[in-house]
């Protein structure tokens, strides 16, 4: 069952590894869609960028498939943000986008055990030290203090 983690006021779920591919697999492949589009949100809520689309990401994995690319690219993506989270934490050892490719080659829902494996360690760390990462680096800046305005005569 997956157990709900509250970090600065929003909730996620740390699901467990088997039951995703599990679920996945007697669904037939539709609950890892759900999957991915839950953890895509959770990671772009998490990490306060809005330049993620969990919606442009399932719908790479989904129609994707017609060009063969862009599933690939989508969940190379996906990797490369939950290192990122895994990174600024300091969890190690930290997840591989190169073998979640591999895995994908292989058996396409696999990859639910890879990443939410990763995913529950950051959601473990993140609650355990009761603050998100640190701002991502080149990402919003903060606003600049309004600018005064000139007396009038």
Not at 53 to 82: E, Q
Not at 116 to 122: G, V
């Amino acid at each position: 069952m997956a157990e709900i983690v509250t970090i600065d006021g929003q909730s996620y779920k740390q699901r467990n590894p088997l039951g995703v591919l599990g679920l996945s697999f007697i669904t037939i492949g539709i609950y890892f869609f759900y999957w991915y589009y839950k953890v895509n949100e959770e990671v772009q809520r998490f990490e306060r960028d809005e330049t993620m689309s969990p919606v442009r990401s399932l719908m790479a994995i989904i129609f994707g498939w017609i060009i063969i690319v862009p599933p690939f690219i989508a969940m190379y993506n996906t990797a490369k943000h939950v290192r990122g989270v895994e990174e600024r934490l300091s969890i190690q050892p930290q997840l591989e986008p190169a073998i979640v490719i591999v895995i994908m080659l292989v058996v396409s829902i696999g990859n639910g055990l890879y990443i939410q494996e990763h995913l529950n360690r950051i959601w473990d760390r993140a609650a355990a030290s009761g603050a998100s990462p640190a701002p991502l680096p080149g990402g919003p800046a903060t606003p600049a203090p309004p600018m005064p305005t000139p007396p009038t005569s």
